[in-house]
């Protein structure tokens, strides 16, 4: 099956201030223990939403307004830690289908776009513009656009970022490289054999 | 010919070609596999029908979720047991070598692959789990990736990459007595921060790299990534091929010179490129224990903890958060601040060399009263040679708990962990906010031996104060 082409996705979104939030904080290692990543989006941000007791925290995940949110916005360095693909799974499943951040830490990006999940960096200025819109505007729809990469809210539209080749692959529908790993096949066994080492 | 560092050689003998995207097709010669990363991954190759390409090139292990105070199954808790299950179960379905509990070679993914000679200059090794890097104290690249990457690899050999830039970071001069591998990655990582490696592989050299064993270059590459870097790596050398002679994977004696000239042909040609270059004066570095949330947060033990008011504007949000979280007072000396749990193990200084550094040092010393001391052995390998030495009982003597092999209280995902707001002293290498287990305890990361004098005096504590006589 062809994957999806991604020039644009829009829907709400929710502003989760903050810089170097890391991925044991996007998802606890302790909920890892899991063979399947199916039911992981319950435990987004499990920690920064509950205290101990299993109270609720002020956190905007936690907020009426924002329970259908798809875009999430955020700081600087999202990401950082880990290199477990646990992370983007839980946003993802969570129902998150875009993160706009000040940047990335590296292999989250990737795990990210593996997933058809567009993380796409804006400046300071940016950021707080979409976020004053988004206090303002609960449910209005912020429109990530790949092709034109630009964010727009409202009347508004901002510039954004996204690596060329993560972008390419999204727009061709080719985030997912496993099929064409798979073509090369030939190429493969010859280094196979070449290499010094089984 | 073009003179190339080691990262470009590895990469090019690598490399099967570009991808759509731009990235390159990389062929990873090892790919090693554990519990949590890999279930998911096998569940994918099954949903699409596809065989594992080359099963002799995957190796598996169980650390993270195995429980260090218990060995017969089933585990009290039932997800860890279904875990481990599972990965018996596909590593059989799809003919993949298991170090299993009952090897005698389980352990900790980073300290299994060199103990068994599976980590060797010139190739490119893949896990599903950051701290890969290790593996490039031997001269490899090695990568920590996803759960979608473990299934490329799995299925095809190879993965899409984007090639890094090469920093070359040189640390010359001699260091100061009483200062550990631990202590100098926790200084690069000061100097340099986070992201400073950012689209960069490591290579660690000058004096100090040189004259370190490999088990200190493997402590200072596995946390590269804590720096921000892919990849770390130090130039494969007579001790690197000493370590690797008789190792159950290691090339034959009849292969060994080949193999050996082959590994070094690997190294950075003299007068190679770098896209960056760092000097650091070994006299610069002192004992190094971490004061927040992340490893950069770092300082010397006769520092004090940081002034957000005196910060710059662009780090005080973060300092002002970490300070709150670690319940510390700016201005306050780190040395003294009280302690409640100590943790000796992880991929980062969970060797034999760790373990016989601080038994070395505890002569009589007792963990004080009321201190919940653990020593983790990072592989069942590990622990036997420890016990043959007698350093269970040194351990055990001075009131450390001695464990089963396993990554346990550097992540907590198995029964140890913190309790409360719980302030650890610990050699593993994360200090993230809830890392160790609850979502309020505090982690403060140093050496081992720093550790050791941590659990003693009850409280952070330079070691060469405590262990002098
Ligand atoms: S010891 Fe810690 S860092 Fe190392 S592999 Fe285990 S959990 Fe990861």
Redesign the interface.
């Known amino acids: 099956m062809p994957l999806e082409k991604i020039s644009q996705v829009s829907g709400s979104a929710v502003y989760v201030p903050g810089d170097d939030i890391d991925t044991d904080r996007i998802i606890p290692a302790r909920f890892m223990k899991c063979l399947t990543f199916d039911g992981l989006g319950e435990y987004l941000f499990y920690d920064m939403k509950f205290h101990e007791n299993g109270e609720q925290k002020d956190h905007p995940l936690n907020d009426a307004l924002y329970q259908n949110a798809s875009v999430m916005l955020t700081g600087m360095n999202f990401g950082c830690g880990s290199s477990r693909e646990h992370a983007p799974q839980s946003l993802f499943r969570a129902g998150f289908r875009a993160v706009i951040a000040g940047n990335f830490a590296e292999i989250f990006f990737g795990n990210s776009i593996n997933l058809g999940m567009p993380c796409v960096s804006v400046s300071n200025d940016v950021r707080n513009s979409i976020a004053e819109w988004v206090g303002e505007n609960p449910s209005g729809q912020v429109l990530v656009d790949i092709k034109d990469l630009k964010v727009r809210a409202g009347d508004h539209s901002f510039t954004c970022d996204l690596r060329p080749g993560a972008r390419d692959s999204l727009l061709n529908g080719a985030w997912d490289p496993l099929d064409e790993l798979l073509e090369a096949n030939h190429a493969i066994e010859s280094i196979h054999g070449n290499l010094a080492y089984t | 010919m073009t003179k190339q560092n080691l990262f470009e050689k590895v990469w090019d003998?690598?490399a099967?070609?570009e991808?759509?995207?731009?990235?390159t097709?990389l062929?990873v010669?090892?790919h090693l596999i554990h519990e949590?990363?890999s279930?998911?991954a096998f569940?994918m190759l099954r949903e699409?029908n596809l065989p594992v390409?080359?099963p002799?090139?995957t190796f598996a292990t169980v650390d993270?979720?195995v429980p260090t105070n218990e060995t017969q199954e089933p585990y009290s808790?039932p997800?860890?047991d279904?875990?481990i299950k599972?990965l018996r179960k596909n590593c059989s379905d799809f003919g993949v070598t298991f170090f299993d509990t009952d090897t005698g070679k389980q352990g900790i993914v980073h300290v299994v692959g060199p103990e068994q000679g599976l980590t060797?200059p010139?190739?490119t090794i893949a896990c599903?789990?950051?701290h890969?890097s290790t593996h490039g104290a031997f001269g490899a690249i090695a990568f920590?990736?996803?759960?979608?990457?473990v299934?490329?690899l799995l299925?095809?050999?190879?993965?899409?990459l984007?090639k890094l830039k090469v920093r070359r970071i040189e640390v010359n001069g001699s260091l100061k007595s009483g200062i550990y591998a631990k202590d100098v990655i926790l200084h690069i990582i000061k100097l340099l921060g986070?992201?400073g490696g950012?689209?960069y592989a490591y290579e660690y050299a000058g004096d100090v790299f040189d004259s370190f064993s490999m088990e200190e270059r493997m402590t200072a590459c596995n946390m590269s990534?804590e720096g921000?870097a892919?990849a770390g790596y130090v130039n494969p050398d007579a001790k690197t091929y000493a370590y690797l002679k008789g190792r159950p994977y290691s090339p034959n004696d009849n292969d060994w010179d080949d193999?050996v000239s082959?590994w070094a042909s690997f190294g950075s040609d003299e007068g190679c490129h770098y896209d960056d270059v760092v000097k650091i004066d070994a006299a610069d570095i002192g004992p190094t224990v971490t004061w927040g949330i992340?490893p950069s947060q770092a300082i010397g033990i006769d520092e004090s903890i940081p002034d957000p008011a005196l910060a710059q504007t662009k780090d005080r949000?973060?300092i002002e958060?970490a300070i709150e979280y670690m319940k510390i007072s700016p201005g306050a000396p780190i040395k003294g601040t009280p302690i409640d749990v100590a943790f000796i193990g992880s991929c980062t200084n969970g060797r034999i060399s760790d373990l016989e550094e601080v038994a070395s040092q505890l002569n009589g010393h007792k963990v004080k009263d009321g201190i919940k001391a653990i020593v983790v052995p990072g592989s069942q390998v590990v622990s036997k040679l420890a016990e043959e030495k007698g350093l269970d009982k040194i351990f055990r003597d001075a009131g450390f708990e001695w464990r089963f092999a396993g990554c346990s209280m550097c992540?907590?995902?198995n029964p140890d962990k913190l309790i409360?707001d719980q302030l650890c002293a610990s050699s593993s290498n994360?200090n993230?906010?809830?890392?160790q287990?609850?979502?309020?305890g505090r982690t403060m990361l140093m050496s081992p031996t720093m550790v050791a004098a941590a659990a003693i005096t009850g409280v952070i504590t330079d070691s060469r104060e405590v262990f002098s006589a």
């Open positions: 003998a690598h099967v070609g991808l759509q995207n731009g990235q097709q062929f010669g090892r949590v990363t279930p998911q569940g699409k390409r080359y002799e090139r993270h979720i808790d997800l860890a279904a875990m599972e060797q010139g190739m599903g789990d950051s890969t920590g990736i996803g759960t979608s990457q299934r490329d299925a095809t050999q190879t993965m899409a984007g986070v992201n950012t689209g990534i921000g892919r193999a082959k992340n949000a973060s958060e992540l907590a995902m409360g994360r993230f906010k809830g890392r287990g609850s979502p309020t």
